[in-house]
């Protein structure tokens, strides 16, 4: 059983950044993949970023690239997204997942997810 548990979540102005983690308690397999993903009010959840956990190669969503960063810290079996210069269009609920696909980047391919934990950003 896989569960996923996000923190790091809150308010923040323009241009500020933030740190989530996701804290992880068993896995998908032996390689997996982890991901971020967000959602607000009446839209879909969307792909954020995503990690092997072996090896770390990664996949970010167009409009996050160079503004985001994924990591994760395999001793601590947690994975982390540092966001900088956010914007109040990235205000979100922000979604921890894992898949035992390594390629995963879709919602659909991830089958595990965590609760979220709120992003807003003011202007």
């Known amino acids: 059983q896989v569960q996923l548990v996000e923190s790091g979540g809150g308010l923040v102005q323009a241009g500020g950044a933030l740190r989530l983690s996701c804290s992880a308690s068993?896995?998908?397999?032996?390689?997996?993949?982890m991901g971020w993903f967000r959602q607000t009010p009446g839209k879909e959840r969307e792909f954020v970023a995503a990690i092997t956990w072996l090896g770390g190669s990664t996949a970010y969503a167009h409009s996050m690239k160079g503004r985001f960063f994924i990591s994760r810290d395999t001793a601590k079996n947690t994975m982390y997204l540092e966001m900088s210069t956010l914007k109040p269009e990235d205000t979100a609920v922000y979604y921890c997942?894992?898949?035992?696909?390594?390629?995963?980047?879709?919602?659909?391919?991830?089958?595990?997810w965590g609760q979220g934990t709120q992003v807003t950003v003011s202007s």
């Open positions: 997942a894992a898949s035992s696909i390594v390629s995963a980047t879709t919602r659909s391919e991830f089958g595990y």
């Open positions: 068993g896995r998908p397999g032996t390689n997996y993949r």
